[in-house]
C-alpha cells in the first residue's frame, strides 16, 4: 500500500468516526455535542484537512513530475576525477583474452604518457661526451 493510499484509508476511517460522534448526538437528540465529544469531532477535523492537503501535494507533485518542462536532466559535472587504474582486471572474465589485451595496451599506453619524451632527453651528440677508460683490471 503507498502513502496516498494508506491516507486515504485513514481518512475514510476517520470520517466514518466522525459520522458515528454525530450520529450519537442525533439519536439521543441533542442539538451540541459534549466537550469530549466537540474535542475528538474537532482532532478528526484537523486530520483530514491535513490528509486532503498532503494527498493534494502529492497529486500537484505527480502531475508535475510528468510534464517534461518541471524536470531537469542530470549531468556530470565536469570537474569529477574517476580513478582509472589501468593495471587493474577488475571486471574482465577468465578467458577473456580480447578484454584482457585491451587492457594491458592501455596500460602500456598509460605507461608511456608517463615517461618524458624522446624530445625532452638530451641525446648522445648533444654537449660535451665524456670518454672513459676501461677498468685496471683488463
Same mark, same amino acid.
Given at each position: 500500500?503507498?502513502?496516498? /493510499?494508506?491516507?486515504?484509508? #485513514?481518512? $475514510?476511517?476517520?470520517? #466514518? @468516526?466522525?459520522? @458515528?460522534? !454525530? *450520529? $450519537?448526538? /442525533? $439519536?439521543e437528540? !441533542? *442539538? &451540541? %455535542? &459534549?466537550?469530549?465529544?466537540? =474535542?475528538?469531532?474537532?482532532?478528526?477535523?484537523?486530520?483530514?484537512?491535513?490528509? /486532503?492537503?498532503?494527498?493534494?501535494?502529492?497529486? &500537484?507533485?505527480?502531475? %508535475?513530475?510528468?510534464?517534461? @518542462?518541471?524536470?531537469? !536532466?542530470?549531468?556530470?559535472?565536469? +570537474?569529477?576525477?574517476?580513478? /582509472? +587504474?589501468?593495471? *587493474?582486471? #577488475?571486471?574482465?572474465?577468465?578467458?577473456?583474452?580480447?578484454?584482457?589485451?585491451?587492457?594491458? %595496451?592501455?596500460?602500456? #599506453? =598509460?605507461?608511456?604518457?608517463? !615517461?618524458?619524451?624522446?624530445?625532452?632527453?638530451?641525446?648522445?651528440?648533444?654537449?660535451?661526451?665524456?670518454?672513459?677508460?676501461p677498468? =685496471?683490471?683488463?
Open positions: 500500500m503507498n502513502p496516498v /493510499d494508506k491516507l486515504r484509508s #485513514d481518512r $475514510a476511517y476517520v470520517l #466514518d @468516526a466522525m459520522h @458515528a460522534i !454525530r *450520529s $450519537a448526538a /442525533d $439519536a437528540t !441533542r *442539538s &451540541t %455535542l &459534549t466537550e469530549d465529544e466537540k =474535542a475528538r469531532f474537532d482532532a478528526g477535523e484537523k486530520f483530514v484537512r491535513e490528509c /486532503d492537503e498532503a494527498i493534494e501535494s502529492h497529486n &500537484t507533485l505527480a502531475r %508535475l513530475a510528468q510534464d517534461p @518542462a518541471h524536470v531537469e !536532466r542530470s549531468f556530470s559535472a565536469p +570537474n569529477v576525477v574517476v580513478h /582509472d +587504474n589501468p593495471y *587493474s582486471l #577488475d571486471g574482465i572474465g577468465f578467458g577473456d583474452d580480447q578484454a584482457i589485451r585491451s587492457q594491458a %595496451l592501455r596500460a602500456l #599506453d =598509460a605507461e608511456k604518457s608517463l !615517461r618524458p619524451s624522446s624530445r625532452t632527453r638530451p641525446s648522445a651528440s648533444s654537449g660535451p661526451s665524456v670518454r672513459r677508460s677498468p =685496471a683490471w683488463r
